[in-house]
C-alpha cells in the first residue's frame, strides 16, 4: 500500500460497516490475532457524517463475559439482523423513499465541463451541527465512551493512537455548506484529543487547499463525483498526510 511504501510499516485495516462501537468491538476480537508490535500506531478516521448517527448495537464496553449478550439478547439481534437483511425490508424503504418528495432532490453543483457533482443530503445537513447539537445528539455519550475504550485498549496494547478527522464532500465542495459549516465535529476531536493527549490530524485544511481553484474547485477532484467516497487522488492525499504524520510520533515507553 501507499502508506507501507512511506512509512515501512506494515498495516492492518480493521474497518467494517457501522458505528464506532462496531469498531472498537472488532478490533477487541480480531485485534488479538494479529501481531502488532508495542510501538504501533492505531490509526482511528472520524467521519462526522454518520459516526455519531450510525446505530450503536449495544451500549456495553466490558468483554470480561464475552459473549455478553445473554437471556433474550442474542434472540432479539438475530431478529435485527434478520430485518436490517431482508429483501422484504428494502423494498419497503424504496417504497418509502419514493413516497418522499425530498428524496428526489439528490444535492448537486454544476462543474461545467465535468459535468454535476453530487452530494448525499443528510451529510450536508450533519456538517452544519452546531457544538451544542453534537453533545446534545442521543449518541453523544456512546461515541465518546467507544472513543475512551478504544484509548484504553490501545494503551494496554502498546500502541499510540492517532485521531483523524475526515471532513465531508459537501465540507469541501458544496458552495453553501462550506460557508455554513461549523466544523463542530473537527473541533470536538481536537478538544479530546488535547485533553487526553493524542495526537490529532484534521484533513479538512489539506483538502480544502487541494480543492482550490478556478471556480473554487481544482482540476483534479478528491472524491468520486457520484459518491461519498473519495477517489484515486483523495486516497493518495489521504496516504501521504498520514504519513507525515506517522513520521511525528514517539514510539511509547512501557510504563
Same mark, same amino acid.
Given at each position: 500500500?501507499?502508506?507501507?511504501?512511506?512509512?515501512?510499516?506494515?498495516?492492518?485495516?480493521?474497518?467494517?460497516?457501522?458505528?464506532?462501537?462496531?469498531?472498537?468491538?472488532?478490533?477487541?476480537?480480531?485485534?488479538?490475532?494479529?501481531?502488532?508490535?508495542?510501538?504501533?500506531?492505531?490509526?482511528?478516521?472520524?467521519?462526522?457524517?454518520?459516526?455519531?448517527?450510525?446505530?450503536?448495537?449495544?451500549?456495553?464496553?466490558?468483554?470480561?463475559?464475552?459473549?455478553?449478550?445473554?437471556?433474550?439478547?442474542?434472540?432479539?439481534?438475530?431478529?435485527?439482523?434478520?430485518?436490517?437483511?431482508?429483501?422484504?425490508?428494502?423494498?419497503?424503504?424504496?417504497?418509502?423513499?419514493?413516497?418522499?418528495?425530498?428524496?428526489?432532490?439528490?444535492?448537486?453543483?454544476?462543474?461545467?465541463? !465535468? @459535468?454535476?457533482?453530487?452530494?448525499?443530503?443528510?451529510? +450536508?445537513?450533519?456538517?452544519?451541527? *452546531?457544538?451544542?447539537?453534537? #453533545?446534545? /445528539?442521543?449518541?453523544?455519550?456512546?461515541?465518546?465512551?467507544?472513543?475512551?475504550?478504544?484509548?484504553?485498549?490501545?494503551?494496554?496494547?502498546?500502541?499510540?493512537?492517532?485521531?483523524?478527522?475526515?471532513?465531508?464532500?459537501?465540507?469541501?465542495?458544496?458552495?453553501?455548506?462550506?460557508?455554513?459549516?461549523?466544523?463542530?465535529?473537527?473541533?470536538?476531536?481536537?478538544?479530546?484529543?488535547?485533553?487526553?493527549?493524542?495526537?490529532?490530524?484534521?484533513?479538512?485544511?489539506?483538502?480544502?487547499?487541494?480543492? !482550490? @481553484?478556478?471556480?473554487?474547485?481544482?482540476?483534479?477532484? +478528491?472524491?468520486?463525483?457520484?459518491? *461519498?467516497?473519495?477517489?484515486? #487522488?483523495? /486516497?493518495?492525499?489521504?496516504?501521504?498526510?498520514?504519513?507525515?504524520?506517522?513520521?511525528?510520533?514517539?514510539?511509547?515507553?512501557?510504563?
Amino acid at each position: 500500500t501507499v502508506l507501507s511504501s512511506s512509512t515501512g510499516r506494515q498495516f492492518y485495516n480493521l474497518s467494517m460497516p457501522g458505528s464506532l462501537w462496531t469498531l472498537f468491538a472488532n478490533w477487541h476480537i480480531e485485534g488479538e490475532n494479529i501481531k502488532v508490535k508495542e510501538g504501533g500506531i492505531l490509526i482511528l478516521t472520524l467521519f462526522g457524517g454518520n459516526d455519531l448517527d450510525d446505530w450503536y448495537y449495544n451500549p456495553k464496553l466490558s468483554f470480561d463475559s464475552f459473549p455478553w449478550a445473554t437471556g433474550y439478547e442474542p434472540i432479539l439481534i438475530q431478529i435485527q439482523n434478520f430485518q436490517d437483511r431482508s429483501i422484504l425490508q428494502r423494498v419497503f424503504k424504496q417504497w418509502q423513499l419514493r413516497r418522499t418528495p425530498s428524496a428526489h432532490k439528490i444535492p448537486t453543483v454544476d462543474l461545467a465541463d !465535468r @459535468g454535476e457533482l453530487l452530494f448525499f443530503g443528510p451529510y +450536508l445537513e450533519r456538517a452544519q451541527r *452546531t457544538a451544542a447539537q453534537l #453533545k446534545n /445528539h442521543p449518541n453523544y455519550q456512546h461515541f465518546i465512551g467507544c472513543l475512551d475504550a478504544i484509548a484504553a485498549l490501545a494503551q494496554q496494547r502498546g500502541l499510540s493512537l492517532i485521531l483523524v478527522n475526515v471532513p465531508t464532500k459537501g465540507e469541501i465542495y458544496h458552495p453553501r455548506v462550506k460557508q455554513e459549516s461549523t466544523q463542530a465535529f473537527s473541533h470536538l476531536l481536537a478538544d479530546y484529543c488535547e485533553e487526553n493527549q493524542h495526537p490529532y490530524l484534521d484533513l479538512y485544511p489539506a483538502f480544502k487547499r487541494q480543492a !482550490r @481553484g478556478s471556480e473554487g474547485v481544482s482540476s483534479d477532484l +478528491l472524491w468520486w463525483r457520484d459518491d *461519498t467516497h473519495w477517489n484515486e #487522488k483523495g /486516497h493518495q492525499l489521504v496516504a501521504r498526510l498520514i504519513s507525515e504524520k506517522i513520521k511525528t510520533i514517539q514510539r511509547p515507553t512501557t510504563p
